[in-house]
């Protein structure tokens, strides 16, 4: 292994620009990141009956997602130990009873341990024999659920998944309490895209207030035209006309907006979405709110000022619109994200297809919003490779960001705080794995 000099790559304003493109960092990232820290898996409405199964990737890790019979949540790898075989190959289904395999028919509980062996008296003397924990499926070291959200760790060390999110939690409960029944269920179709760039780019751009300005300047003031258009010939436009034109604010106006950044590199871009016109459906989803937690706490909820919640280093929360970016990195130079949309339980049809036109027309592979950004950061993985300089600045603002309880809050908007709290989590992170004294 080529020796790690962190205190170069990684620097109080700037980092080095292999931190996106080298190998043996990426392979620490995969090993030491993703499958240590806790991983988004799931929804539990995607697993409802016993023997559903979702399956996803943790770092480089293929693992599955079941119901058990005693309908808990497990996360097995999906492998069959005889000989390696997946045994999901689908990316969802019903597997029945058990699991078996597609190669030889060994058959497995749902929960991961043997069940049968055929032709088991031809592995008598070997140590295959249905009483070694060998011939079962491994599960993860941990899976725990905060508010139907499944997460696991392939680590039996660290924090407890509360203490991992931290504040940031607030990502789920503020998309739950938007339901009457405090619940949300995914929907089971995502977009799923794949960028031609590092997975940090993404999770930077996320909490960026200065690149939506210049990135969707065609968009937004293309949108703003005709919303201003309707506005003045009919006295209203459709909301989604806002949802795009938002992008088009002016850079004071994002610069008035404020990051709060914690612990692990998660982070929340506090802004108001503007979701709350006077339309009957509204009026009608604010009064089942108000009624299901009382004013004062309904208010609470429909108020908060919530734009985007970061849970580094894989998962973007629009929790206003129910919406969820989860990455599943590849390699150095190539990242998929998977884009998934929830429904509120016990709202109004409407409030759903409100959300729906969000998630297609800023969200989906097809929309201009998500073009411009492949677009950027495929350009900036490949001027990583020019030799014109060495460096990625995260300057902006340097030193001028306040610090409190551990927490960083930017005092302007389009601060690069959020870059530097993020770096900061990345260098804990690989500081661990090179130096197994250090903790993360």
Same mark, same amino acid.
């Given at each position: 292994?080529?020796?790690?000099?962190?205190?170069?790559?990684?620097?109080?304003?700037?980092?080095?620009?292999?931190?996106?493109?080298?190998?043996?960092?990426?392979?620490?990232?995969?090993?030491?990141?993703?499958?240590?820290?806790?991983?988004?898996?799931?929804?539990?409405?995607?697993?409802?009956?016993?023997?559903?199964?979702?399956?996803?990737?943790?770092?480089?890790?293929?693992?599955?997602?079941?119901?058990? *019979?005693?309908?808990?949540?497990?996360?097995?790898?999906?492998?069959? &130990?005889?000989?390696? *075989?997946?045994?999901?190959?689908?990316?969802?289904?019903?597997?029945?009873?058990?699991?078996?395999?597609?190669?030889?028919?060994?058959?497995?509980?749902?929960?991961?341990?043997?069940?049968?062996?055929?032709?088991?008296?031809?592995?008598?003397?070997?140590?295959?024999?249905?009483?070694?924990?060998?011939?079962?499926?491994?599960?993860?070291?941990?899976?725990?659920?905060?508010?139907?959200?499944?997460?696991?760790?392939?680590?039996?060390?660290?924090?407890?998944?509360?203490?991992?999110?931290?504040?940031?939690?607030?990502?789920?409960?503020?998309?739950?309490?938007?339901? &009457?029944?405090?619940?949300?269920?995914?929907?089971?179709?995502?977009?799923?895209? *794949?960028?031609?760039?590092?997975?940090?780019?993404?999770?930077?751009?996320?909490?960026?207030?200065?690149?939506?300005?210049?990135?969707?300047?065609?968009?937004?003031?293309?949108?703003?035209?005709?919303?201003?258009?309707?506005?003045?010939?009919?006295?209203?436009?459709?909301?989604?006309?806002?949802?795009?034109?938002?992008?088009?604010?002016?850079?004071?106006?994002?610069?008035?907006?404020?990051?709060?950044?914690?612990?692990?590199?998660?982070?929340?871009?506090?802004?108001?979405?503007?979701?709350?016109?006077?339309?009957?459906?509204?009026?009608?989803?604010?009064?089942?709110?108000?009624?299901?937690?009382?004013?004062?706490?309904?208010?609470?909820?429909?108020?908060?000022?919530?734009?985007?919640?970061?849970?580094?280093?894989?998962?973007?929360?629009?929790?206003?619109?129910?919406?969820?970016?989860?990455?599943?990195?590849?390699?150095?130079?190539?990242?998929?994200?998977?884009?998934?949309?929830?429904?509120?339980?016990?709202?109004?049809?409407?409030?759903?297809?409100?959300?729906?036109?969000?998630?297609?027309?800023?969200?989906?592979?097809?929309?201009?919003?998500?073009?411009?950004?492949?677009?950027?950061?495929?350009?900036?993985?490949?001027?990583?490779?020019?030799?014109?300089?060495?460096?990625?600045?995260?300057?902006?603002?340097?030193?001028?960001?306040?610090?409190?309880?551990?927490?960083?809050?930017?005092?302007?908007?389009?601060?690069?705080?959020?870059?530097?709290?993020?770096?900061?989590?990345?260098?804990?992170?690989?500081?661990?794995?090179?130096?197994?004294?250090?903790?993360?």
């Amino acid at each position: 292994m080529t020796t790690i000099d962190l205190g170069h790559l990684v620097q109080p304003d700037r980092v080095h620009k292999s931190v996106y493109t080298d190998q043996q960092l990426f392979d620490l990232e995969m090993e030491h990141i993703f499958e240590k820290a806790w991983v988004y898996c799931g929804h539990e409405s995607q697993v409802k009956e016993v023997g559903d199964y979702f399956t996803m990737q943790i770092g480089r890790q293929p693992m599955v997602m079941v119901r058990d *019979v005693d309908k808990s949540v497990k996360v097995l790898y999906n492998r069959c &130990p005889h000989r390696g *075989v997946e045994l999901c190959g689908n990316q969802s289904g019903n597997t029945g009873k058990g699991f078996v395999c597609s190669y030889h028919a060994w058959s497995f509980h749902l929960n991961g341990k043997v069940k049968a062996i055929p032709l088991v008296k031809g592995y008598d003397g070997t140590r295959m024999t249905p009483d070694n924990p060998d011939c079962s499926m491994v599960a993860a070291a941990r899976v725990e659920s905060y508010r139907g959200f499944v997460f696991a760790s392939l680590s039996k060390e660290g924090p407890g998944l509360v203490e991992f999110l931290g504040e940031a939690k607030v990502a789920f409960d503020d998309m739950c309490d938007r339901s &009457p029944l405090g619940e949300v269920e995914a929907v089971p179709v995502c977009h799923r895209v *794949v960028q031609h760039s590092n997975w940090k780019f993404f999770m930077e751009n996320q909490l960026d207030a200065l690149h939506p300005s210049v990135t969707h300047q065609s968009t937004g003031v293309s949108a703003r035209k005709v919303e201003q258009r309707l506005k003045k010939e009919k006295g209203e436009a459709p909301l989604f006309f806002h949802y795009l034109s938002t992008f088009a604010s002016s850079f004071d106006q994002w610069d008035s907006v404020q990051t709060v950044n914690f612990k692990y590199g998660h982070g929340i871009l506090k802004a108001y979405m503007g979701l709350r016109p006077t339309d009957p459906d509204t009026v009608e989803y604010e009064a089942l709110i108000k009624n299901a937690y009382g004013e004062e706490k309904g208010e609470e909820y429909l108020a908060r000022s919530i734009h985007h919640v970061l849970i580094y280093p894989y998962l973007s929360v629009q929790s206003p619109l129910q919406q969820l970016r989860c990455l599943r990195p590849i390699a150095p130079n190539k990242t998929l994200s998977e884009i998934w949309h929830f429904r509120l339980k016990g709202v109004p049809e409407a409030i759903y297809e409100r959300s729906l036109w969000y998630f297609n027309l800023v969200n989906s592979p097809a929309t201009m919003i998500n073009a411009d950004d492949l677009e950027n950061w495929t350009k900036a993985q490949l001027g990583l490779q020019s030799k014109g300089g060495e460096w990625v600045s995260f300057h902006r603002n340097f030193g001028g960001d306040t610090e409190k309880d551990g927490v960083l809050y930017s005092n302007n908007g389009t601060s690069e705080v959020v870059m530097r709290n993020q770096f900061k989590a990345w260098e804990s992170y690989i500081r661990a794995a090179i130096q197994p004294s250090a903790k993360a």
